[in-house]
T-cell receptor, first 114, second 106 residues
Framework: NAGVTQTPKFQVLKTGQSMTLQCAQDMNHEYMSWYRQDPGMGLRLIHYSVGAGITDQGEVPNGYNVSRSTTEDFPLRLLSAAPSQTSVYFC?????????????FGEGSWLTVV | KNEVEQSPQNLTAQEGEFITINCSYSVGISALHWLQQHPGGGIVSLFMLSSGKKKHGRLIATINIQEKHSSLHITASHPRDSAVYICAVRGYDMRFGAGTRLTVKP
């Protein structure tokens, strides 16, 4: 059982480049989300999805796009990378959006924008 | 002011010591989660609390809804407990504390 799988684990981008962080889960979870983690700050929600075809913005959505064409996959797209997007990104999933559900995280993706 | 405050930010202990990490929050919540982030970056869920107390092995988590406060205790700490411990609260959405970095020395 793979859980939540994120790729790539490490990436260096030049300013202005675009890229996609992949996230897949094999637990048939409805709720998926993307967070960024910056030094000295808590995880912050970028975008989330409550099911296939449904996405919504979180706390820090600017500069990122998402889509949810299947239950399993929830890719995060950086449209035009900026140094401010240097961060560690985590994808997470849970059975649904209910507060009491266990949250499962991917291993993280370290992104550096130069 | 952050909606979720953790203390201390950093904690160093000797093996065998009793550890307490605190979390205070300022928003209404439906649930509180304690997470553990290992040095390699992976995050795992330890507890979900909506009231009272939960115990799993050497870890104990408590929550006081009226005081908007939760604590995570580790009994008989071990070097393998070294990690960052994160408090997260679920209200309208999920808000995270900045984490407490715990180092347990042998």
């Amino acid at each position: 059982n793979a859980g939540v799988t994120q790729t790539p684990k490490f990436q260096v981008l030049k300013t202005g480049q675009s890229m996609t962080l992949q996230c897949a889960q094999d637990m048939n979870h409805e709720y998926m989300s993307w967070y960024r983690q910056d030094p000295g700050m808590g995880l912050r929600l970028i975008h989330y999805s409550v099911g296939a075809g449904i996405t919504d913005q979180g706390e820090v959505p600017n500069g990122y796009n998402v889509s949810r064409s299947t239950t399993e996959d929830f890719p995060l797209r950086l449209l035009s990378a900026a140094p401010s997007q240097t961060s560690v990104y985590f994808c997470a999933s849970s059975y649904n959006g209910e507060p009491g559900n266990t949250i499962y995280f991917g291993e993280g993706s370290w992104l550096t924008v130069v | 002011k952050n909606e979720v405050e953790q203390s201390p930010q950093n904690l160093t202990a000797q093996e065998g010591e009793f550890i307490t990490i605190n979390c205070s929050y300022s928003v209404g919540i439906s649930a509180l989660h304690w997470l553990q982030q290992h040095p390699g970056g992976g995050i795992v869920s330890l507890f979900m609390l909506s009231s009272g107390k939960k115990k799993h092995g050497r870890l104990i988590a408590t929550i006081n809804i009226q005081e908007k406060h939760s604590s995570l205790h580790i009994t008989a700490s071990h070097p393998r407990d070294s990690a960052v411990y994160i408090c997260a609260v679920r209200g309208y959405d999920m808000r995270f504390g900045a984490g407490t970095r715990l180092t347990v020395k042998p």
